[in-house]
């Protein structure tokens, strides 16, 4: 069974930054694809950016240009880079892996990021 273990979530004032990470219990970062999502409080979960097997990714229109997804293989981690933070920004966020050799995705227990003055 795959954990992901989500981690650097916090309260920040806007215009600032927070890196999050999202450790997985096994080998899977490379080879599953893996995505950030976000829920903020009476709204659907939503895709924020996601990166695939080949290293390419793509992103959520409202975090284009501040928001950076990234991996470390070696350290089974994956990295959610999060510039020019916005109060909008305010939601869980979660790690996801996904794979078509699975039924359903993985997913972290969620780490709340909190934008405000």
Do not use: H
Not at 74 to 82: D, E, G, H, I, S
Not at 94 to 101: E, G
Request: proline letters at 3%; a positive charge.
């Amino acid at each position: 069974q795959v954990q992901l273990v989500e981690s650097g979530g916090g309260l920040v004032q806007p215009g600032g930054s927070l890196r999050l990470s999202c450790a997985a219990s096994g080998s899977i970062v490379s080879i599953y694809t893996m995505g950030w999502y976000r829920q903020a409080p009476g709204k659907q979960r939503e895709l924020v950016a996601r990166i695939y097997t080949g290293g390419s990714t793509n992103y959520a229109d409202s975090v284009k240009g501040r928001f950076t997804i990234s991996r470390d293989n070696a350290k089974n981690t994956v990295y959610l880079q999060m510039n020019s933070l916005k109060p909008e920004d305010t939601a869980v966020y979660y790690c996801n892996a996904d794979s078509l050799a699975i039924a359903t995705p993985y997913w972290g227990q969620g780490t709340q990021v909190t934008v405000s003055s």
